[in-house]
């Protein structure tokens, strides 16, 4: 069997963090509906609930990925360099569209935030994944 290293360790926490942030959205996105019929009180709960483990997740992403950035091999391409750049970027949007999606009572900023924070941590997961090929 391979013996784990720091890297290893590294990698696994901001890719298990990464899978709750997004993963926990594409389930939400697909109970939130049904939740709808049965009541606010419905979808609050699991938007709650969802909050609780969401945000230290995102907070692991922000860490691991800050601590993934001094392990960045210098012979590295630009493309490289370009491709996390934007990754960095639409993480911190994606992560200020969650918050305000999570703090407004404006039907079409929720949705609309909603939207955009989904979407951008699917495309961020993507860009993590280039990142690595």
Known sequence: ??????????????????????????????????????????????????????????????????????????????AYHVTLGVKILLVMIAGMAAFAHQTTDKTPVRALTGAVGGILALVTLFLGVLLTA
């Open 1 to 78: 069997m391979l013996a784990p290293s720091l890297d290893t360790i590294r990698l696994f926490l901001h890719v298990l963090a990464a899978a709750v942030w997004v993963g926990g959205q594409i389930v939400l996105a697909g109970v939130v509906p049904g939740l709808r019929k049965v009541g606010p009180e419905a979808t609050q709960a699991a938007a709650q609930g969802f909050a609780r483990v969401a945000w230290p997740a995102f907070l692991l992403v922000v860490v691991t990925g800050m601590w993934n950035l001094f392990n960045v091999s210098e012979d590295v391409s630009t």
